[in-house]
């Protein structure tokens, strides 16, 4: 949600201090495919970037670029204000084509100087315009591990990545290991790209009063003693290897999971049935995103196995929560996790079982990690996140 509560006067003079904005404000604008339509990773990232800009840049224009409306889940009314300004395409036909095509046209007639995609894609031709572009990429996991897409998806999204960083001005990672992977896969010079990281949602950020976590506890009948697993229920993400360690446990220790199906579940489920851990095991469905911090604050340690990552969001979520993190190596789960997180093979549910046993049958040692994930957390902050953007795009507009 965009914040309101700063007056006016502080916002121009923090603005005008940073980066002397007050006399020559920009105008950007953004791709809202994902803002205006998906409630999970790329949509939730959409929201976010537009929001702390919003909340600390207020004196820019912001234009968000959708072919669809804003569904009811994700809509915010001053989305509408003078800050924030959301078009249409003004026709009805072939609304995916002005997305990737007819936009520019538009954009040069709002007058915007800097284009950021959003979602690992631009519109073709913007070159051609003279408007300035940016590209947020957040994985190549396509690329690393094919098998997890279908063949045609995986071409659209080569496709479309590939052409988004050779074309655009500026490419953002949103890890170092997305960055590496950019490099690596499409040749392209570490010069044109920064990493820039995010934060999570507002509402995991918030004071938990401890009624509020007891009614949570009864709402969703959650054990008294509970391991948390939040993503999709999809093979990269490993809950198999939680549901294996799960075995090696105290009897007492149940795991909560969060998150949507695939057909990968009623692997996991087989194995829960066939190893009699069904009473042990709670899928969650339709939390809403006001009770999952709650959740998270419940639960004894977050556990985040997944293959491979582009940054690891539920991690973040988790540190704000002050809930251990362990999670798995190979990817970037460390730059989400930092130092004091415990890092596991994914294949190893021996190791894992072992790490989830070192930090319940030690108190002192969870609370370490409590404070130091507090402590490590406060490097994703929304100003400086906020900073970052703006800096990288008055660059671009200086060297335009």
């Known amino acids: 949600m965009i914040a309101v509560s700063k007056t006016q006067i502080m916002k121009e003079s923090l603005e005008s201090a940073d980066f002397g904005l007050s006399s020559n404000?920009?105008?950007?604008?953004?791709?809202?495919?994902?803002?205006?339509?998906?409630?999970?990773?790329?949509?939730?990232?959409?929201?976010?970037?537009?929001?702390?800009?919003?909340?600390?840049?207020?004196?820019?224009?912001?234009?968000?670029?959708?072919?669809?409306?804003?569904?009811?889940?994700?809509?915010?009314?001053?989305?509408?204000?003078?800050?924030?300004?959301?078009?249409?395409?003004?026709?009805?036909?072939?609304?995916?084509?002005w997305r990737s095509y007819g936009v520019s046209n538009d954009l040069k007639l709002d007058g915007i100087e800097i284009y950021h995609g959003l979602s690992n894609e631009i519109p073709f031709g913007t070159r051609?315009?003279?408007?300035?572009?940016?590209?947020?990429?957040?994985?190549?996991?396509?690329?690393?591990?094919?098998?997890?897409?279908?063949?045609?998806?995986?071409?659209?999204?080569?496709?479309?990545?590939?052409?988004?960083?050779?074309?655009?001005?500026?490419?953002?990672?949103?890890?170092?290991?997305?960055?590496?992977?950019?490099i690596q896969f499409f040749n392209i010079n570490e010069s044109r790209i920064e990493v820039i990281y995010q934060n999570c949602d507002q509402s995991f950020r918030h004071t938990i009063e401890s009624a509020n976590l007891e009614h949570i506890k009864q709402s969703y009948d959650l054990p008294s003693k509970f391991v948390l697993n939040v993503g999709t229920i999809e093979p990269r993400k490993n809950l198999l290897l939680i549901v294996k360690a799960l075995k090696r446990l105290d009897l007492d220790i149940h795991l909560v999971v969060i998150g949507r199906k695939t057909p990968y579940a009623k692997i996991v489920e087989k194995y829960i049935v066939e190893n009699g851990l069904t009473h042990r095991v709670h899928f969650l469905s339709n939390v809403s995103q006001q009770h999952l911090p709650r959740i998270y604050k419940?639960?004894?340690?977050?556990?985040?196995?997944?293959?491979?990552?582009?940054?690891?969001?539920?991690?973040?979520?988790?540190?704000?929560?002050?809930?251990?993190?362990?999670?798995?190596?190979?990817?970037?789960?460390?730059?989400?996790?930092?130092?004091?997180?415990?890092?596991?093979?994914?294949?190893?549910?021996?190791?894992?079982?072992?790490?989830?046993?070192?930090?319940?049958?030690?108190?002192?040692?969870?609370?370490?990690?409590?404070?130091?994930?507090?402590e490590y957390v406060k490097k994703f902050d929304d100003r400086l996140i906020a900073q970052k953007l703006i800096n990288l795009y008055q660059n671009l507009r200086s060297h335009a």
Not at 31 to 45: S, W
Not at 60 to 79: D, R
Not at 134 to 146: A, C, Q, T
Not at 171 to 177: D, G, L, P, T
């Open 25 to 97: 404000h920009l105008s950007i604008g953004f791709d809202g495919k994902r803002a205006a339509q998906n409630f999970t990773g790329l949509g939730n990232y959409s929201r976010y970037i537009i929001s702390i800009l919003a909340e600390y840049y207020p004196l820019n224009s912001y234009k968000i670029y959708s072919a669809q409306k804003f569904t009811k889940q994700v809509s915010y009314a001053n989305w509408n204000s003078s800050t924030i300004a959301v078009r249409h395409p003004r026709y009805k036909w072939f609304k995916s084509l």
């Open 128 to 182: 051609k315009s003279g408007i300035s572009t940016v590209v947020s990429i957040h994985d190549l996991i396509f690329l690393r591990y094919p098998q997890y897409y279908p063949l045609f998806d995986r071409k659209v999204y080569e496709f479309k990545c590939r052409y988004a960083c050779r074309n655009a001005d500026k490419i953002i990672a949103i890890s170092e290991q997305t960055k590496r992977d950019i």
């Open 298 to 374: 419940l639960a004894e340690v977050f556990l985040f196995p997944s293959r491979f990552e582009g940054f690891g969001i539920p991690i973040i979520e988790a540190l704000h929560s002050q809930t251990p993190v362990i999670a798995a190596t190979g990817s970037c789960l460390e730059e989400a996790g930092g130092p004091d997180s415990i890092y596991i093979s994914p294949d190893d549910e021996i190791a894992l079982a072992q790490a989830i046993n070192s930090v319940l049958a030690n108190p002192e040692k969870r609370l370490k990690m409590i404070e130091a994930g507090v």
